[in-house]
């Protein structure tokens, strides 16, 4: 247990050194939400489209966003593996005595590492703009840990993913396959109430659906009513998501 413990350390550790010799990918990631709570979310405000009760709909979106930039990260986490195996540094990860179970869920915290700075550099935008969060320092680190947590589940799917994927092409399609549906099915960008009722249903099995449900209670809305549900989702797809990912984990480098 300790020494599984010691392997997730080491691996976060690599991740933040990485993000301290090059934050660059960071920066340009963070172009593509920026754009979404400074042009679009401004937009459809003006047009007043679609019912947010009295949140402003640029404040009602930003969760969402944050969470859909970090989901992008730990989708495309995976690919990093493909280059890793490539390169031969999985083959020499795979023979030493750490246990697959450790370098799944340690990978896919790292990954979690990255997706947490990529919203820090979103929110002080969100800031400027005058979205209006909840202040609540207890909720800001309640609502991080989530988004921390989250993303290393959406990391272990990427690692699973890996796992079947030969080339680094293939998985670029299918990653970007797998991001869009997750965001538009999701109450990302508008309440699960006007969604046609097939995608109504899509929502109630989608992990990003929960994710962005108790970020968004815990800094924009204060409704904390379906929090203990949304917690209990997100631990059981991250649990289901670091299982699949360590069984499949020796197929990357066959």
Not at 13 to 33: G, K
Not at 71 to 93: A, N, P
């Amino acid at each position: 247990m300790i020494k599984g413990l010691k392997i997730m350390l080491v691996m976060v550790e690599l991740e933040l050194r990485r993000l301290r010799h090059d934050r660059t990918e960071l920066y340009f990631r963070a172009v593509q939400p920026i754009l979404w709570i400074v042009i679009y979310g401004p937009v459809m405000s003006s047009v007043r489209a679609i019912p947010t009760g009295e949140v402003p709909y640029t404040d009602f979106i930003t969760p969402g966003i944050m969470i859909q930039t970090t989901t992008f990260v730990s989708i495309f986490y995976g690919l990093m593996m493909v280059w890793e195996r490539d390169s031969g540094i999985l083959k020499k990860l795979l023979v030493t005595p750490a246990s697959r179970y450790s370098v799944v869920i340690g990978r896919s915290m790292a990954s979690g590492v990255r997706a947490l700075f990529q919203a820090l550099i979103i929110l002080p935008v969100a800031l400027i703009i005058g979205v209006h969060f909840i202040h609540n320092p207890v909720y800001f680190v309640l609502a991080f840990t989530i988004i921390f947590l989250a993303s290393g589940g959406f990391a272990a799917i990427s690692i699973l993913i890996a796992s079947f994927m030969k080339t680094r092409e293939r998985f670029l399609g299918l990653g970007q396959a797998i991001i869009m549906p997750l965001f538009f099915a999701s109450n990302a960008l508008y309440p699960t109430q006007i969604m046609p009722p097939l995608l109504r249903e899509i929502s109630t099995f989608n992990p990003l659906s929960y994710v962005v449900d108790a970020v968004r209670g815990l800094l924009i809305t204060g409704d904390l009513s379906n929090l203990l549900m949304d917690l209990a989702s997100i631990t059981i797809f991250d649990a289901i998501s670091f299982i699949l990912a360590s069984i499949s984990f020796r197929r990357i480098i066959e």
